[in-house]
Protein backbone atom coordinates (compact mmCIF):
# COMPACT_ATOMS: atom_id res chain seq x y z
CA UNK A 1 0.00 0.00 0.00
CA UNK A 2 1.51 3.19 -1.09
CA UNK A 3 0.00 6.69 -0.18
CA UNK A 4 1.66 9.60 -2.21
CA UNK A 5 0.65 13.23 -1.54
CA UNK A 6 1.13 16.34 -3.29
CA UNK A 7 0.32 20.10 -2.96
CA UNK A 8 0.73 22.36 -0.15
CA UNK A 9 3.13 25.22 -0.26
CA UNK A 10 2.86 28.70 1.01
CA UNK A 11 0.61 30.89 0.43
CA UNK A 12 -1.01 34.64 1.62
CA UNK A 13 -4.07 34.33 4.15
CA UNK A 14 -7.18 33.94 1.66
CA UNK A 15 -5.20 32.55 -0.92
CA UNK A 16 -6.07 28.96 -2.13
CA UNK A 17 -3.80 25.39 -2.21
CA UNK A 18 -4.95 22.39 -3.33
CA UNK A 19 -3.54 18.94 -2.01
CA UNK A 20 -3.83 15.69 -3.79
CA UNK A 21 -3.34 11.78 -2.19
CA UNK A 22 -2.97 9.35 -4.56
CA UNK A 23 -3.45 5.99 -2.80
CA UNK A 24 -2.82 2.48 -4.55
CA UNK A 25 -2.53 -1.24 -3.64
CA UNK A 26 -5.87 -2.04 -1.94
CA UNK A 27 -9.24 -0.95 -1.72
CA UNK A 28 -9.87 1.45 0.92
CA UNK A 29 -13.02 2.17 2.83
CA UNK A 30 -12.32 6.44 3.15
CA UNK A 31 -9.73 9.12 2.23
CA UNK A 32 -8.98 12.40 4.01
CA UNK A 33 -6.48 15.06 5.57
CA UNK A 34 -4.98 15.17 8.96
CA UNK A 35 -3.59 18.20 10.07
CA UNK A 36 -1.06 19.14 12.95
CA UNK A 37 -0.30 22.67 13.74
CA UNK A 38 2.65 23.44 16.45
CA UNK A 39 1.84 22.74 19.67
CA UNK A 40 -1.57 21.31 19.19
CA UNK A 41 -2.68 17.67 18.74
CA UNK A 42 -3.17 16.02 14.81
CA UNK A 43 -7.36 17.09 14.06
CA UNK A 44 -9.54 15.50 11.23
CA UNK A 45 -10.28 18.15 8.53
CA UNK A 46 -11.88 16.47 6.34
CA UNK A 47 -13.02 12.89 4.95
CA UNK A 48 -14.82 10.90 2.06
CA UNK A 49 -15.77 7.65 2.03
CA UNK A 50 -16.17 4.95 -1.29
CA UNK A 51 -19.77 6.28 -1.65
CA UNK A 52 -19.02 10.16 -1.64
CA UNK A 53 -20.43 10.97 1.94
CA UNK A 54 -18.18 13.88 3.28
CA UNK A 55 -16.87 15.12 6.54
CA UNK A 56 -15.57 18.65 7.78
CA UNK A 57 -14.19 19.56 10.74
CA UNK A 58 -16.06 23.04 11.54
CA UNK A 59 -13.20 25.15 11.47
CA UNK A 60 -12.70 24.79 7.58
CA UNK A 61 -16.87 24.09 6.62
CA UNK A 62 -17.22 26.81 3.66
CA UNK A 63 -13.84 26.82 2.54
CA UNK A 64 -12.58 23.68 2.15
CA UNK A 65 -13.49 20.98 -0.55
CA UNK A 66 -12.60 16.98 -0.52
CA UNK A 67 -13.67 15.16 -3.76
CA UNK A 68 -12.27 11.86 -5.04
CA UNK A 69 -11.59 10.45 -8.15
CA UNK A 70 -12.41 6.62 -7.75
CA UNK A 71 -10.96 5.54 -10.94
CA UNK A 72 -7.59 7.09 -9.92
CA UNK A 73 -8.00 6.22 -6.08
CA UNK A 74 -7.15 9.74 -5.12
CA UNK A 75 -8.59 12.50 -3.38
CA UNK A 76 -7.91 16.16 -3.72
CA UNK A 77 -8.75 18.71 -0.84
CA UNK A 78 -9.46 22.33 -2.24
CA UNK A 79 -8.37 24.98 0.25
CA UNK A 80 -9.86 28.69 -0.16
CA UNK A 81 -10.38 31.08 1.98
CA UNK A 82 -6.92 30.18 3.35
CA UNK A 83 -6.44 31.56 7.40
CA UNK A 84 -3.44 31.55 9.52
CA UNK A 85 -4.66 29.19 11.58
CA UNK A 86 -4.76 26.39 9.04
CA UNK A 87 -1.06 26.52 8.99
CA UNK A 88 -0.32 22.74 9.63
CA UNK A 89 1.59 19.84 8.43
CA UNK A 90 -1.47 17.90 6.60
CA UNK A 91 -1.13 14.11 6.55
CA UNK A 92 -3.42 12.32 4.26
CA UNK A 93 -4.45 9.08 5.00
CA UNK A 94 -6.64 5.98 2.95
CA UNK A 95 -8.76 3.57 5.28
CA UNK A 96 -8.50 -0.42 4.11
CA UNK A 97 -12.30 -1.77 3.38
CA UNK A 98 -11.12 -4.92 4.70
CA UNK A 99 -9.14 -4.10 7.73
CA UNK A 100 -10.13 -0.86 8.61
CA UNK A 101 -6.52 0.11 9.19
CA UNK A 102 -5.60 3.33 8.03
CA UNK A 103 -2.15 3.97 6.07
CA UNK A 104 -0.91 7.21 5.83
CA UNK A 105 1.03 9.59 3.34
CA UNK A 106 4.15 11.71 3.97
CA UNK A 107 3.12 14.78 5.95
CA UNK A 108 2.71 18.31 3.16
CA UNK A 109 3.28 21.17 4.53
CA UNK A 110 0.68 23.96 4.43
CA UNK A 111 1.76 27.64 5.82
CA UNK A 112 -0.42 30.54 5.57
CA UNK A 113 1.36 33.88 6.09
CA UNK A 114 -1.00 36.85 7.15
Excluded at 8 to 19: E, F, K, N, P, Y
Excluded at 34 to 56: D, F, M, W
Excluded at 58 to 79: C, E, H, P, W
Aim: with cysteine; hydrophobic share 30%; net charge positive.
Amino acid sequence: VQLQASGGGLVQAGGSLRLSCAASGTIFRAMGWYRQAPGKERELVASITNHGNTNYTDSVKGRFTISRDSAKNTAYLQMNSLKSEDTAVYYCYARNIWTNNNYWGQGTLVTVSS
